[in-house]
């Protein structure tokens, strides 16, 4: 059975009590997109600036638990800076991160995500043990996607 | 009361014997669902291992025991809450929420006139809110609110102007988050000095404190039987005779009707026609066994029991958490029930339910279906414990000892 240890990791414990790149940016330039989760009344808004092809600048508001928390400063320093290809890519990871569990319980092998290439963003795999708390992990990220669609839809 | 042994009661609960990682469970969601006692599961397996038959019309022998479960499930219920005539007002629904549904769009849309008023309050379940909006967007009714004050009261200062025009007024007996248990008999004594009824919201108070329909003054309540040790699948609405009545049927199909031809049907009288279909046998079976398992405790001996554990809860965490708990509802027993909202400084209550688990202790975290009280008092969840028969000090102290934890982990 799943224990504490495997969820409140402490890098988890560590971006949720010092969130990188919290607060906002001036809207426009930046775009400016809110999240919602509705099952716990979790909210986040997502400031993005993207620049010739490289999300320059990201900076996040909101309020929620360690996970939802955590989750986003994780997402933020993992995306910031990157070119929009970079970042595409580690969204893909991130939701294959939180579908292993499905994979798993399908009989299929769980090494569809190459944990050495996550970097700290490897702390969230125990969330997908706690199905309950996988909204509160993906919030940021479903924001974050919702923001890159407006500036550039695919 | 004396007599009242909670260890005898917990072990009535088939439930209470799992073991959750490591711990003994400790139940405190009661509000959310009750757990059932062993005789409402030999009640529920005893109709389909003897007489799983459908009610009425049929003349077999099975088919005849289970109409008189089912029919008597509805006079048990009737007699628990003080119906004068059960076998005329009770209807069985799906639970509380269908049983709003039920009203609001059977009494609510064939009584009410554009620009009537409804009368709810601030600390309303969503269950007791929606479905008025839903009226109001078809037929342009008007919805007014009693506030709550800073004491998580209701705030009936301004009562007088709210009810001009009301038709009905709609509260709850007791708040699913607050725990605050409301002044119901001066709310049915003030609705029909101007000719509103009342309606009340008795899923919460219905498990833990006597129901009287009459004493009350209510012209209706709603409630539902997983909150009361028994089965979930099944709701009750309750309303007067004379007002039920003139109600409209509410789903249509088998069972619903006197008649039915190529050109129409007619209703069938009575609360059947306001059950569509086949009814939810086995349920009532297991409700009826609640009932009696509710009264055999006694309803005082369980507010008694319950009062004490939520003394005992709100003074351990004056002690122990002063200045790091706010709790959202009353801070003394006077006028509240078993149901305590925490909101925890620095730990949020999807991470504070998330170490109580590990401690095998079950509370829940979330905005318990009201956010505009929520937004009243500027949270957007709370953890929130809430009591029932078979809860005991033991549970305080795993939730004692989990909170601490939680707070050294978070704080
Ligand atoms: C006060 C109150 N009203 C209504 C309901 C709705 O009950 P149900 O979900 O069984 O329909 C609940 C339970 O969640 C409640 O606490």
Redesign the interface.
Known sequence: MAGMEDLYKEIIMDHYRSPRNRGELLSPPATRTEGFNPLCGDEIVVYLIVDDGVLTDIKMTGQGCSISQASASLMSAAVKGKPLSDVRERIDTFKALMTVHEAALDGEASDAVDLRRLGELAALQGVVKFPVRIKCATLAWNTLIQGLEEISPT | MSGYDPALVRADFPLLGRVI?DHPIAYLDSGATSISPASVITAMSHYYENSHANVHRAVYVTAEEATATYEGARRRVGRFIGAPHPDEEVVFTKNATEAFNLFVKSWGASQLRPGDVVVLSEMEHHANIVPWFQLRDQIGIEIRFIPVSDDFRLDLSGLDELLVGAKVVSVTGMSNVLGTINPVRELADRAHAVGAILVVDAAQSVAHSVTNVVEMGADAIMFSAHKMLGPTGLGVLWVRREILSAMPPFLGGGGMIADVTLEGFTAASGVTRFEAGTPPIAEAAGLSAAVDYLEKLGMAAIADHEAQLTGHTLERLATEFAGRVRILGPSTLEKRGGVISLDVEGV????LA??LD?FGVCVR???HCA?PL?RRFGV??TARVSFGPYSTLGDLDALFDGLHHAVG??G
């Open positions: 990682h949020h209550p999807h991470d998330q170490v590990q975290p979330g905005h956010k929520m957007v969840a982990v978070f």
